[in-house]
Each structure stands twice: as structure tokens, then as C-alpha cells.
T-cell receptor, first 116, second 110 residues
Framework: EPEVTQTPSHQVTQMGQEVILRCVPISNHLYFYWYRQILGQKVEFLVSFYNNEISEKSEIFDDQFSVERPDGSNFTLKIRSTKLEDSAMYFC??????????????FGNGTRLTVT | RKEVEQDPGPFNVPEGATVAFNCTYSNSASQSFFWYRQDCRKEPKLLMSVYSSGNEDGRFTAQLNRASQYISLLIRDSKLSDSATYLCVVKAHNFNKFYFGSGTKLNVKP
């Protein structure tokens, strides 16, 4: 069964550093997402991406964040200057092949980001 | 008002019990509904989609009540391996965004 893959599984960085989290969505999916989950809290929407542009973003997704699909397979989340409160699990997800707009989200197994 | 609300639990039940969770959603334009399961420090995994007429998958039954804007999940004959957090997820038509509930924790005890 096709999977969403994320790398790295764990990233430790110092406050103020830039990090890039990488994802390879399921190949025939059209919609891509980043979510985050602070330990013990709910899954929070960050951004959705369709047709090579952001389609929705949350108030969390401020100017420190950006997304890119640089080569038709990878989907990246960049945090320009990390803060302690950015420490969380970051999940990439994809959905929606051409036959089903309402198909469910398929998640990668996440990148645990620790900002020290 | 939150888009999706769930009772956080925990629900502590013995093996073999039947347990039900409800979830309410605020946007009447919501079109797609799902239950996900999340184990500790793991990604959410799709348990089942929820269809208008209700649907069943083995020991799991999902129901949708559009008039009252809630969905439910029933688990029969609970197993120890059912212990997890169950997430209610709702998607509005024409919005490229899935809304998550905060999850309901289930502990199945021997």
C-alpha cells in the first residue's frame, strides 16, 4: 500500500536556527498538508497545498513558516528561525486522487522537532 | 465555538465491553467525516470513513446524524489492542482543510 514518508524522524535544533522537514506524499494524490501536534495536545492544522500553491493556512502558519514542492515529489516545510514553542511532532499528509475529492487524509509517521 | 468537539475521556472499560463515542461539529456544510485512531506518539491512522447511511467494519460501527450535527463510533467486544485515542475528523465541502477533534482516550483493561 502506498505510504507518505517523512524525514528525518527526529530533528534537534537550537533556537533561532532554520529547519526543513521533508515529506514524500502518495504519488497520485493532489492535496498536501502539514499538521503539528504538541505533546499531549490536539492535532493542529498548519497549511494545505494544491496545484503548487497554498490553498489554506492557519494562524499558526506565520511568516516563519513556508512550504515548497521543489521537484514534483517532495513537499517541504521550512521554519526560518525556530522558537522553543515550535517543539512538536510535525505530520505531513496527503489526500485526494482525481477520482475522489473527499478522500481521507493519509499521514506520514511524523518528524519530532526538538528546539533547545 | 470549536469546529469539532469530543469528550476527552478517558473511557476505562473491561475487555469485551461495548463502548460508544460521540463527536459534534459546528459547520452544517461539512461533507466528509472520518474516525482516526492515534496511538501514543504515532501518526493518526484512518479507522473508517463515516457515510450518511451509517457503516460497519467488523466490530466498529459509525453513524452520522446530520440534523443534530454529530457522528458516533461504536466499538463492540473491546480488545486490549483497541486502547488508543480516537479522533473525529470533519471536512467541509470546498474547503481544503480537515478539522480535528481533540480526541477521546480509550483504555481497555483485562
Amino acid at each position: 500500500e502506498p505510504e507518505v514518508t517523512q524525514t528525518p524522524s527526529h530533528q534537534v535544533t537550537q533556537m533561532g536556527q532554520e529547519v526543513i522537514l521533508r515529506c514524500v506524499p502518495i504519488s497520485n494524490h493532489l492535496y498536501f498538508y502539514w499538521y503539528r501536534q504538541i505533546l499531549g495536545q490536539k492535532v493542529e492544522f498548519l497549511v494545505s497545498f494544491y496545484n503548487n500553491e497554498i490553498s489554506e493556512k492557519s494562524e499558526i502558519f506565520d511568516d516563519q513558516f513556508s512550504v515548497e514542492r521543489p521537484d514534483g515529489s517532495n513537499f517541504t516545510l521550512k521554519i526560518r528561525s525556530t522558537k522553543l514553542e515550535d517543539s512538536a511532532m510535525y505530520f505531513c499528509a496527503s489526500s485526494g486522487d482525481r477520482s475522489s475529492y473527499n478522500s481521507p487524509l493519509h499521514f506520514g509517521n511524523g518528524t519530532r522537532l526538538t528546539v533547545t | 465555538r470549536k469546529e469539532v468537539e469530543q469528550d476527552p475521556g478517558p473511557f476505562n472499560v473491561p475487555e469485551g465491553a461495548t463502548v460508544a463515542f460521540n463527536c459534534t461539529y459546528s459547520n452544517s456544510a461539512s461533507q466528509s467525516f472520518f474516525w482516526y485512531r492515534q496511538d501514543c506518539r504515532k501518526e493518526p491512522k484512518l479507522l473508517m470513513s463515516v457515510y450518511s447511511s451509517g457503516n460497519e467494519d467488523g466490530r466498529f460501527t459509525a453513524q452520522l446524524n446530520r440534523a443534530s450535527q454529530y457522528i458516533s463510533l461504536l466499538i463492540r467486544d473491546s480488545k486490549l489492542s483497541d486502547s488508543a485515542t480516537y479522533l473525529c475528523v470533519v471536512k467541509a465541502h470546498n474547503f481544503n482543510k480537515f478539522y480535528f477533534g481533540s480526541g477521546t482516550k480509550l483504555n481497555v483493561k483485562p
